[in-house]
């Protein structure tokens, strides 16, 4: 199929990736709310599963939703994705891998938000420990010693 420069045909159908094209060049369809059908190849699909974990503030202008087909948390402002936290989840441990905000968003706090978001919900939970492998969530886990009891113990 031939394209004109400056048109990206979209590739990447859904990954967290993509969300960090969304404020340059949207890479594909990003599914933000509710339980909605997702294409898993030709002829098959499946439940994407996804949970609102929280809305953060008093005017409902921040949402934490926990996207667990995507293993992700997804932070948005006014409906805007505005951070991401990727992680991995092996049934006992949660490791929280990378934290990402929209270059265009960075600087207000937002990689913390949801962060102290996924860190509540995971605390919430009671079943798993938490792997800070990204240096951010680290660091928040720094700034919040009162927390460390979530950490896993190496």
């Known amino acids: 199929m031939p394209t004109q420069p400056g048109i990206i045909i979209p590739v990447v159908p859904f990954a967290s990736w993509a969300d960090k094209g969304r404020a340059l060049v949207v890479m ?13 190849g030709p002829g098959r699909t499946m439940r994407a599963y996804r949970e609102t974990v929280g809305i953060i503030s008093d005017s409902d202008r ?10 992700r948390y997804t932070l948005t402002r006014d409906g805007v994705l505005v951070s991401v936290l990727d992680y991995h989840d092996d049934g006992r441990t949660m ?4 934290a990402f905000t929209v270059p265009s968003f960075r600087g ?3 990689a913390a938000i949801v962060v ?3 860190v509540d919900d995971i605390a919430a939970r009671g079943d798993r ?3 800070a492998v990204c240096w951010y969530v680290a660091d928040w886990f720094d700034a919040h010693p009162e927390r460390a ?3 896993r113990v190496r």
């Open 28 to 40: 594909g369809p990003i599914i933000t709310d509710g339980d909605l059908l997702c294409q898993n």
């Open 116 to 118: 102290a978001g996924a």
């Open 95 to 98: 490791a929280l891998t990378r």
């Open 129 to 131: 420990r938490i792997d």
């Open 108 to 110: 207000s706090g937002y």
């Open 149 to 151: 009891d979530l950490l």
């Open 62 to 71: 921040f949402v934490l939703t926990r996207e667990a087909d995507a293993s």
